[in-house]
């Protein structure tokens, strides 16, 4: 593996957007979910990548080597990290777990500098039924008062609760992802209040899927929540060129709990070979 480095980016209202870059090859960037930041999302599966391609790993905004704004809307850190990957300077690959995976699909469907986006379960909102609000409602609201208890590790778990499974919790969590997450549970409890007194954007939210041209591969465990699986199969219904593939055994939790399985889809499917520039 080479040495870490890093690249910044500066975005149209002044905020750094930072990750750092490990490997060699065709680039690759790995865009965080709203838990972690882009290091503490996808580090275990380094190992088994940095041999093939050149890892971008931008946290967003106010994490990791990110400068901090109040504004965390989704179309702010879709246009931060459209950003960041036409900063690259040739086409990338581009990925992106939960939030992650939206805001890579949203990048993809505006830029031609994208040349396939793998996204892992991506969660699309829009589709959430009202149990399913009210779940995630429940795991806000949990997260929430345990930050203002300070309790922080506790308040990142308490909303993981709502994506992951039990299994899943135990193994994030006797691995020190929610201590270290932790320090960001203020600032995704802000993204989702923000998203919450937000009006929707006009017009058909899955138009965008429909604008990408680039070969689009939803990965999703075999054994997730139904949301997810839902959220999957919208997608591969509505962007033109979308397959679905499952991870065996994995649930929302795999970059942290199967990333040898996961780092081996994202190779075969962003191999040089089958994208040609």
Not at 15 to 32: A, I
Not at 100 to 128: N, T
């Amino acid at each position: 593996m080479t040495s870490q480095r890093t690249h910044n980016v500066t975005t149209s209202d002044g905020v750094t957007v930072g990750g750092t870059v490990h490997g060699d090859g065709p680039p690759l960037v790995f865009l965080q979910g709203v838990i972690g930041d882009g290091d503490l999302d996808w580090d275990l599966l380094l190992p088994h990548l940095t041999d093939r391609f050149t890892c971008h790993l931008p946290s967003i905004r106010g994490r990791g080597l990110s400068g901090d704004h109040p504004d965390l809307s989704f179309g702010r850190l879709v246009e931060d990290f459209l950003t960041y990957a036409e900063s690259i300077g040739e086409p990338t690959g581009l990925t992106g777990w939960s939030l992650g995976a939206g805001l890579a699909l949203y990048v993809a469907a505006q830029s031609d500098a994208v040349s396939a986006v793998a996204p892992f379960e991506p969660g699309m909102l829009y589709l959430a039924d009202e149990p399913e609000q009210a779940a995630l409602g429940g795991a806000i609201t949990r997260a929430g008062e345990l930050a203002a208890e300070g309790k922080l590790p506790e308040a990142a778990r308490a909303f993981a609760a709502w994506p992951f499974n039990e299994e899943e919790l135990d193994l994030a969590d006797s691995a020190g992802y929610f201590g270290s997450a932790g320090r960001y549970a203020p600032t995704m409890l802000n993204f989702f209040q923000q998203a919450a007194e937000s009006e929707p954007p006009p017009g058909d939210p899955a138009a965008p899927l429909g604008a990408i041209s680039a070969p689009v591969l939803v990965l999703l465990g075999s054994v997730t929540k139904p949301f997810f699986v839902i959220s999957a199969q919208h997608v591969v219904d509505h962007a033109p060129n979308a397959r679905i593939q499952e991870i065996p055994g994995a649930a929302h939790a795999a970059p942290l709990t199967h990333p040898e399985a996961l780092a081996e889809a994202l190779t075969e499917f962003f191999a040089p070979a089958r994208h040609p520039s």
